[in-house]
């Protein structure tokens, strides 16, 4: 789900390696009128939030373009979550000066996170940019658009405790038209140390129940079939009517969207170790649509670096949590984030991460180097004294762990029988189709009469390359 991630290579995630920075588009549009351009950066919520941008833009008027020389407005939605991020939104900004030097009046807009945090550089030192906007602040582009055609600087990025988008319905960017993101929270109140999102997308707030459910309703008119829950921390989702009768948590959510249709596939991401409840786990063994995957970042397998990346839990909660899951629901995948070299982390301590994933078993994990994040508690109170080559060594070693245990895995699904949701043609062949099995786990068949993308279809595994599963359609269920 995250950029510059060395291990996932041709692994397919939530969010596609292939598709950071990648130009969206809307499926239909208009050639008239004003023409926007937008790449996106980061997390899935990120890519979520350029589709609720592309609605509010579209009703300007405005119609999305891949060609950036016939744009009239570049918007970059940013991520900065590690420092490498930030450096490739920086680069993607000189290239964005130049077009605009070709063609002068194109407006050049900033987007995201790196809005919060780097606004008054962004605007004054590097004069890249003349429109600055934060995560909380997307109704008020079309305004700011308007002082910049003006010739001034717009800018908000003041963040808020009630935006939610709910009443916004996401125009979707690059969509295959099998799967959507459906965004049911925003911002995080959980103050990890390592972690920059509490001070750049603000406090934690509940989408309206009823909002999602219409809008995985109207996905399904649509014709899609999955449809992903996001939140920084979904278990804590907490929506309360105005009158304050009615109290939805995040089990109960999930029920709402799972009886939405039996066709469509429901999953969610990310829960968080210390929130994740046995009403959900027993609200996803009740309903067959909804997915067996759950991304349970562990970020260490070590209860005092636990301790200082403030996560609120410990090594025996967090196994706990994992058995379970797995007491319940026996064929549930598990996935990881994981942080190498945090701030202290001896060599034994890095040991207790390894071994964490090998006892867990992810599926996969989205590993990272520690890249301290200037403001956060961590960079305020630990000195960030692991040297990189040390980081890195880490890293390689946990890379090394999880492709064992993701290998491990996909062997022991050979020769099973899957349900999967076809998403389309296989990156390789238009003979194959490619989709997902409901452990998220990438399977790759030759195409068979009679099926199409949408459908669903059921696979015998007889194959594997180092991320892919393959296989053959099967007549029902063995
Ligand atoms: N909310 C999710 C959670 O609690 O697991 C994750 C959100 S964060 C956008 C995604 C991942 O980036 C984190 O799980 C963590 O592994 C990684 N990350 C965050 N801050 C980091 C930092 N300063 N250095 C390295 N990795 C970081
Ligand atoms: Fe960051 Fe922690 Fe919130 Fe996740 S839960 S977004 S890691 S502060």
């Given at each position: ?30 050639t ?17 939030d350029?589709?609720i941008v ?8 405005y ?16 991520c ?10 920086r680069?993607?900004?000189r290239?964005?000066?130049k ?6 009046g194109?407006?050049v ?20 940019v ?8 997307y109704r008020d ?10 010739g001034?600087k ?9 935006e ?19 965004s ?29 459910v ?7 008119d ?13 278990d ?35 829960s968080?170790?210390?929130?994740i ?33 403030n ?15 797995y007491?319940?629901l ?22 207790d ?9 992810y ?19 630990y ?61 790759v ?17 007889n ?5 892919t ?10």
């Open positions: 789900m995250y950029n510059e991630n060395p291990t996932i290579d041709r692994l397919e995630k939530t969010i596609d390696e292939q598709r950071q920075g990648e130009a969206l588009m809307l499926d239909e549009t208009t008239d009128g004003k023409k926007f351009y937008i790449e996106s950066y980061g997390c899935a919520m990120n890519f979520s350029s589709e592309s609605s509010i833009l579209a009703t300007e008027g119609s999305s373009t891949r060609n950036i020389q016939e744009s009239d407005l570049i918007l970059i939605n940013t900065s979550i590690r420092e490498k991020a930030e450096h490739n939104v680069q993607r900004l290239v964005f000066d077009v605009k030097k070709g063609k002068p194109t407006l807009g900033v987007m995201g996170c790196m809005a919060e945090r780097l606004k008054t550089k962004l605007l004054e030192q590097e004069k890249l003349d429109i600055v906007i934060g995560p909380d602040a582009l079309p305004k700011l658009i308007a002082t910049a055609e003006h001034d717009g800018v908000n990025v003041i963040l808020s405790r009630e939610t988008y709910a009443d916004i319905s996401p125009l979707r960017l690059g969509s295959n038209g099998v799967s959507a993101f459906i049911i929270m925003r911002g995080c109140d959980n103050m990890c140390s390592f972690c920059v999102v509490p001070f750049t997308r603000g406090r934690e707030r509940s989408r309206d129940a009823y909002s999602i219409a809008e995985a309703a109207e996905l399904v649509r014709g899609f079939k999955e449809v992903t829950l996001l939140g920084q921390n979904v804590s989702y907490k929506w309360s009517s105005p009158d304050e009768t009615e109290h939805v948590n995040f089990a109960q959510l999930l029920e709402r969207v799972a009886l939405v249709s039996p066709e469509l596939r429901v999953r969610f991401s990310t968080h170790p210390k929130d409840t046995d009403e959900v786990i027993y609200t996803m063994k009740k309903y067959e649509n909804i997915c067996n995957y759950i991304h349970l970042p562990v970020q260490s397998g070590n209860s005092r670096i636990l301790e200082k990346m996560r609120t839990y410990d090594r025996a909660w967090y196994k706990e949590r994992v058995e379970s899951i007491r319940i026996p064929d549930c995948s598990i996935s990881s984030d994981i942080i190498t070299g945090f701030c202290s982390e001896t060599e034994e301590e890095h040991q991460t390894l071994s964490m994933i090998e006892w867990a078993g599926i996969l994990s989205y590993m990272f180097a520690y890249s301290e994040r200037p403001g956060t508690l961590a960079a305020k109170k000195e960030d004294d692991i040297p990189l080559e040390v980081k890195k060594r880490r890293l390689s070693e946990v890379i090394k762990v999880q492709a064992r245990m993701s290998k491990e895995s996909n062997k022991r699904d050979l020769h099973k029988t899957f349900k999967v949701l076809i998403e389309g043609d296989s990156k390789k062949s238009d003979l194959q189709f490619k989709g997902r099995n409901s452990q998220n786990k990438v399977i068949f030759t195409k068979q009469e009679g099926y199409k993308k949408g459908d669903y279809c059921f696979v015998k595994i194959g594997l390359t180092s991320a599963l393959l296989g053959e359609i099967v007549d029902g269920h063995e």
